[in-house]
């Protein structure tokens, strides 16, 4: 199953996805870490705007 899941390009990008707040508020780093809140932003307006359509 593992040779399924395919190679991402941006390993920043998918840490991102897969970095909730919580995660970030209890183990801080230097702060240029990012959770993934703004990504599901972007992708609940992607979805309302092609459903619309």
């Known amino acids: 199953?593992?040779?399924k899941i395919p190679e991402f390009k941006n390993q920043e990008l998918l840490t991102q996805a897969l970095t909730h707040?919580?995660?970030?508020?209890e183990n801080?780093?230097?702060g240029d870490e990012e959770d993934n809140e703004s990504?599901?932003?972007?992708?609940d307006?992607?979805?309302g705007f092609l459903v619309e359509e």
């Not at 707040?21 to 508020?25: F, P």
């Not at 990504?39 to 992708?43: M, N, S, T, Y």
Request: glycine content about 10%.
């Open 45 to 47: 307006a992607v979805l």
């Open 21 to 25: 707040r919580s995660y970030l508020n």
């Open 28 to 30: 801080s780093g230097d």
């Open 1 to 3: 199953m593992i040779d």
């Open 39 to 43: 990504l599901e932003f972007i992708g």
